[in-house]
């Protein structure tokens, strides 16, 4: 018994097999069991679902919580209807300009989502909910007021009128196309850039996404699918009314998608599935919906705060380990990738000032690195230098100074656009996104390198294709290059603490930087991981990128470096080459002022 549904378990085609059995169960079903009341309910479901996989992009996996999708719903069910009826248009430009419109306003609702905290933010969707209600009853001219929208006609290909159980299958197939493109576009640099938006900006900066780029994609895209939703809700309803779209109707899909599993795939499936299977209870308790929503919501998160799915991947991976069945995926096989040579980046500082407050964490700084050499950063700590890499990297804002990255002035650049100019870094604390894999995290990394579009990535077009597989070969060439190739696909945050310095030194090389700043990558590491480290970093500098390194350990130093920058108090002590400076005088006491000795391993 145990062994057949071992063998079961490890067949590989299970989940695909599954899923295209329900697909065929559900195109067939209405032949079957197709009732009135039946196809309208399951076609009503099927677009609630689209509406709840477009939040779920936003909210599940951009973290930006809209309480405003509601309203989007309305606006593309408003636009599809007036158009059909006062302006006779067929169905099909109406549905474009529903999702056109939706995704219109989802832009400009979207506008104060960069300088608000999500939660501000989510009161600013809530009041444009409200407006829009509001402007449903009246703007009475536009909107009929009341009364709604009568007769929407059925959509018509070819001279033929969907019937109720066309609209169905074309619901349903709506549904399985968004899904998979879905899937696809999250298997993509864009999901995962969206994922490092929402667990770790500064990791996503790093490695090239703006911010800004990425949450206005993510809620125009969401948008859109909430305008074309709400084209099928006009035409499947055939009569629309502002009480179609009540306040809590927003609440509602957000609630769907906790229940499903925000930030999984199957999360609105499995969510409007449930909400649906009691339909008749939700009816009943019509007054009583917002409690029985609050009290779900409440159970929820104490008994299973991943919703439905992430409760059931739970007992999956509890059901494979009784099995003594592997839970972490097989690594993906790529072909064999080069280590390409990178052209070291000339990097300049030239009088560059901080003051935080009363704290001048740098002064009037000098740094000059030429291409392809390794520079260090050395000083006691507080000494600037963390705040001397942020400069370079765009996270602080110059107070005074210049920056020039191969001549180019970057000092007033954002972070994102400093990453695509080719500046890598890592990270004093590692800024890995831990719910992804390894592989993902250094996958992260390609974000600039790859440059197909993200239609061209929810389609899986050939050239997007060959893109992705392209750096899958890199990514899987700098984890062995970095030694966590056997640790691909486990989680990042499962890693020690070492090994995540590893895999982000890997993520900034995916990248291909001119320039490569490290920030303290010996902290942590064993010792053999330290001779490991110090192996690395010559190879990097024989891959030709230039490699500013912060680092305390002055033995790593001596052996990796050409240069050395000693800062005091965020002045420069000395610059030159590494036995000159340690044997400064003013460097020595520096150090013995912060209790460390020179040439002393651990310091
Ligand atoms: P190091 O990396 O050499 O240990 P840092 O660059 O982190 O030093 O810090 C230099 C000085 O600047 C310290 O006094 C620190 O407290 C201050 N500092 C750094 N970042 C900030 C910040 N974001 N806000 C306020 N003070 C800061
Ligand atoms: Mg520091």
Not at 281 to 308: D, E, F, K, N, V
Request: aromatic content about 8%; charged content about 15%; proline content about 4%.
């Amino acid at each position: 018994m145990a062994s057949t549904l071992r063998a079961l378990l490890e067949w590989p085609h299970l989940r695909r097999g599954l899923l295209i059995g329900l697909c065929v169960v559900l195109y067939v079903a209405p032949l079957a069991v197709g009732t009135e009341y039946r196809l309208f309910i399951a076609t009503q479901m099927g677009v609630y679902i689209l509406v709840a996989i477009g939040l779920n992009l936003l909210n599940g996996y951009g973290g930006q919580v809209s309480l405003g999708h509601g309203a989007l719903v309305a606006i593309g069910a408003y636009a599809a209807a007036l158009t059909m009826v006062d302006l006779h248009w067929s169905f099909w430009p109406a549905a474009l300009l529903a999702m056109v419109m939706a995704a219109g306003v989802g832009l400009l609702m979207a506008l104060p989502a960069f300088r608000l905290s999500t939660w501000y933010f989510a009161l600013i969707t809530l009041g444009f909910a409200e407006v829009i209600a509001g402007l449903l009853t009246e703007w009475r001219a536009l909107t009929h007021g009341f009364a709604g929208v009568v007769g929407i006609p059925a959509p018509k290909a070819f001279g033929y009128a969907f019937t109720a159980r066309d609209l169905y299958w074309f619901v349903l197939t709506l549904v399985v196309l968004t899904l998979v493109g879905m899937a696809n576009l999250l298997n993509s640099r864009f999901g995962r850039a969206l994922v490092a938006v929402r667990d770790n900006p500064v990791a996503a900066t790093a490695s090239g996404v703006s911010l800004v780029r990425i949450k206005i994609f993510a809620f125009v895209l969401s948008a859109a699918v909430a305008g074309l939703a709400g084209a099928l809700f006009a035409v499947q309803k055939t009569v629309i009314t502002p009480e179609d779209f009540p306040a809590d109707f927003s609440v509602f899909f957000l609630l769907v998608i906790v229940l499903g599993g925000s930030g999984r795939l199957a999360g609105p499936v499995v969510g409007a599935l449930v909400f649906f299977l009691v339909p008749e209870l939700l009816t009943a308790l019509q007054s009583w919906r917002l409690l029985i929503y609050g009290g779900a919501l409440l159970l929820l998160m104490l008994y299973a705060p991943h919703g439905l799915v992430g409760a059931a991947e739970g007992l999956w991976k509890k059901l494979r380990a009784r099995l003594g069945l592997p839970n972490i995926p097989p690594t993906p096989v790529a072909a064999d990738a080069p280590i390409r040579a990178i052209d070291g980046a000339q990097l300049s500082v030239r009088d560059v000032s901080k003051r935080f407050g009363g704290v001048a964490a740098l002064a009037s700084v000098d740094l000059d690195v030429a291409p392809g050499v390794t520079h260090a950063i050395v000083g006691p700590n507080g000494s600037g230098k963390t705040t001397l890499l942020n400069m370079i990297s765009g996270y602080y804002r110059v107070d005074q100074g210049a920056i020039a990255v191969e001549g180019r002035r970057t000092e007033n650049l954002a972070p994102h656009a400093i990453a695509r100019a080719g500046v890598g870094r890592t990270f004093q604390t590692p800024r890995l996104l831990p719910h992804l894999s390894v592989l993902e995290n250094v996958l992260l990394g390609a974000f600039t390198a790859e440059k197909h579009s993200w239609l061209s990535a929810a389609l899986a077009l050939p050239a997007a294709r060959r893109e992705q597989q392209a750096s899958l070969a890199e990514a899987l060439r700098y984890l062995e290059f970095v030694g966590l190739r056997e640790r691909a696909m486990e989680l990042a945050g499962e890693l020690p603490h070492g090994q995540q310095r590893l895999a982000e030194i890997a993520r900034a090389l995916v990248g291909r930087p001119k320039l490569l700043m490290l920030d303290e990558p010996a902290a942590g590491l064993s010792l053999a991981e330290l001779d490991r480290l110090g192996e690395l970093i010559a190879a990097i500098r024989g891959i030709g990128a230039t490699v500013v390194i912060v680092e305390h350990h002055l033995e790593l130093v001596a052996d990796i470096c050409s240069r050395v920058t000693a800062l005091e108090r965020g002045a420069v002590l000395a610059s030159g080459a590494p036995q000159d400076v340690f044997s400064d005088q003013a460097v020595v006491s520096a150090y013995m002022g912060a209790h460390v000795r020179i040439g002393e391993k651990g310091a």
